[in-house]
Nanobody
Framework: QLVESGGGLVQAGGSLRLSCAASGRTFSSYAMGWFRQAPGKEREFVAAVSWSGGSTRYADSVKGRFTISRDNAKNTVLLQMNRLKPEDTAVYYC????????????????WGQGTQVTVSS
């Protein structure tokens, strides 16, 4: 089970930190990712982190502004979002990848319920 938290309303240029709490003993064996979905748009890849935390991958739209990390001792994945823009407004989902650092949603097999992020201009 994956449970996201940390979403909210923030002004453009501000920051938010999303957290994803995972249950289960196999959390540290899998890469984890964040996706987002804005109204009327398809779900898109945001960032992913390897099982060890040693490798990461980002969408071009968030590179340099967002940072993904994980704490395997706490079964947690974090997404630090800085210099937020109105176009970052979406529901953000945490997911488990069964194929490593992938960008396709079909390569993630467990999903959280999502947390809303709204960035006002």
């Amino acid at each position: 089970q994956l449970v996201e938290s940390g979403g909210g309303l923030v002004q453009a240029g501000g920051s938010l930190r999303l957290s994803c709490a995972a249950s289960g003993r196999t959390f540290s064996s899998y890469a984890m990712g964040w996706f987002r979905q804005a109204p009327g748009k398809e779900r898109e890849f945001v960032a992913a982190v390897s099982w060890s935390g040693g490798s990461t991958r980002y969408a071009d739209s968030v590179k340099g502004r967002f940072t993904i990390s994980r704490d395997n001792a706490k079964n947690t994945v974090l997404l630090q979002m800085n210099r937020l823009k109105p176009e970052d407004t979406a529901v953000y989902y945490c997911a488990r990848s069964w194929r490593g650092l992938r960008v396709g949603a079909d390569e993630y097999d467990y999903w959280g319920q999502g947390t809303q992020v709204t960035v006002s201009s």
